[in-house]
Nanobody
Framework: QVQLGESGGESVQAGGSLRLSCAAS????????MGWFRQAPGKQREGVAAISPGGVTYYANSVKDRFTISRDNTKNTLYLQMNSLKPEDTAMYYCAADTRPYCGAVLYRGPLEEIHYNYWGQGTQVTVSS
């Protein structure tokens, strides 16, 4: 079955960096669309970044120029490099997968919308202190 396992979350000070990883299994990773989402306490889950099978990337305005999403199709792993972290980046971070055929052809319509993803990981906590 499809499994997504996030890792790399921890507590850091503002201005620091972290790299999150998401190990995927149980499906053809290379043809899937992948995304990172986050949910802060008391807030709705929001899309952070997404990447198509071909490597086209999308970012939320709040993280553009600070975060970088990437994928290694040889390792079935998704990454999120987070630099210049701010206290408002504190949240549980989730990776998500859209394993449906040709997801890349429609990802542009709403890459950071939850509805486009059919599998989710359990999350990894990122805490940024000021």
């Amino acid at each position: 079955q499809v499994q997504l396992g996030e890792s790399g979350g921890e507590s850091v000070q503002a201005g620091g960096s972290l790299r999150l990883s998401c190990a995927a299994s149980g499906y053809t990773y290379g043809t899937s669309c992948m995304g990172w989402f986050r949910q802060a306490p008391g807030k709705q889950r929001e899309g952070v970044a997404a990447i198509s099978p071909g490597g086209v990337t999308y970012y939320a305005n709040s993280v553009k120029d600070r975060f970088t999403i990437s994928r290694d199709n040889t390792k079935n792993t998704l990454y999120l490099q987070m630099n210049s972290l701010k206290p408002e980046d504190t949240a549980m971070y989730y990776c998500a997968a859209d394993t449906r055929p040709y997801c890349g052809a429609v990802l542009y319509r709403g890459p950071l919308e939850e509805i486009h993803y059919n599998y989710w990981g359990q999350g990894t906590q990122v805490t940024v202190s000021s």
